[in-house]
């Protein structure tokens, strides 16, 4: 298998392409551009996409039919989302004066004809000037959402989302970037990520499966990128071009996967608010719902192969010295975007504890929304054991009625419960509690070690007087938590403080302040 392919066109067909006159339609000059894969020619109100015959393992240009084949599926799946952009195959002959668009010669060679498109309405230039208003991500949202609703599926599609093809397109990746490491991924980087990788497939296969028989996989576009959407300038719709033709196993995937790449290429350009904004829409608008650890795995995913595509280029003869630089930049920094995705995929066991009144119920609840998971909180645990509404108030003395050592035990195994449920489908989980003594911690580590997830500890404190001021504000009850200023001092006999060592992230947060502004900084540490 030829990872890196240097064959490319003949030289007169490349200036045959490059020349106005060659076209059978007004053209004052011709812009050429390549990708590892194709020449483009920008010639009026066209553009010329010619297929390099090329062979680089995941594809295979190298006999004309090859690439005659490729551009008819370019065409057809195309017109899927782009109908009006793409117009047909073009033949490209050769007779005795040359190289022709006419009817005379014999065919040498294809190009997919496609309608030229305003560069300025490209929507990856409008997020790099921060000229792109979020309605825009809004719509390509839903525009994405309802394509997905309208691919094909087939059990033989269906395959190609399972645990085993997608580790093995993975395996692909990292043994294609080995020639990579030490110029554009350095080895340490390569090791980091393929380890997140394998694990995550390793521990979370029947997650693969799930999405398998809920028919999430499906004939998808395969390269959804800013740099192939446009926004028309009169009417504001939305042309999402050049999707996978040539190769079924990376068009046929999970719609997650498909989504995951036009988030993934808005964080590479810093916008993770729009990416954020895109996403909220693609949901909204699907029948999927979002799951955190899975969209950072294909958004990883999809990351690595940009940094895989862009790795090709530097070895190719046909771009200048100059775009191989760019390339190679290009490169590193979608590694890096991919390095920094890897480490979100892990799922976490969070325990938010402290002494009543402290703020942990607060954070655990802000940290949960930023995160996107569930927060499960040991108050409403306790009370939903003993058949009691939430907002019930059980104003008991300290280590008694449902607060009794048996009724905490309880709780916290069913607090743990619920964490292996969340585990087992590869989500995170935020557990607030007093998570007072450290068999209870110690239980937590357990679990979140049966899934290998990263377990972290927040231990949250305010001063004294902040403590009985929060729990004296409470009285006769507010919400579902009992704390009270007089059950403060015997909690505080009881309370064994946690330590560093018992957990991969321990934080120790001071709560008075700004609540939203220390559920982000906890974020940072421990989701992102």
Known sequence: MTLVDTADLPEALISFLGAPSSYPHPVASVEHRQTHISHLFFAGAFVYKVKKPV???????TTLEKRKEACEAEVRLNRRIAPCVYLGVQEIRRGPGGYTFGPEGEVVEYAVKMRRLPEERRLADAVERGRVDRETLRRLGRLVADFHRRAETSPRIAEFGSARVVAANCEENFEQTRPAIGRTIEAEVWR???EQVERYLRVHAALFER?????RIRDCHGDILLEDIFVDPETGELHVLDCIEFNERFRFSDTLADAAFVSMDLRYRGRDDLAETLLASYFE???DERHPTLLAFYECYRAYVRGKVRSFVTDQPGPTAEERARAADEARRYFALAHR??????????LVMGLMGSGKTTLATNLARLAGVRALHTDRVRKALAGVPPEAPARVPFGTGIYAPEWSERTYEAMLDEARRALADARSVVLDGSWSKAKWRSGARAVAAEYQALFAIVECAAAEHVLRRRLSWRAPGAGATDGREELLSPQREIYEAPQAWEADVF???ETTGDREGLAARVYENVFA
């Open 211 to 215: 999405r398998v028989e809920e028919g």
């Open 55 to 61: 062979d680089l393992g995941f594809l295979d240009f």
């Open 285 to 287: 608008a699907s029948d």
């Open 192 to 194: 980091a990520i393929r």
């Open 507 to 509: 934080l120790q947060v």
């Open 341 to 350: 995705l890897a480490r979100r995929m892990r799922p976490r066991v969070v």
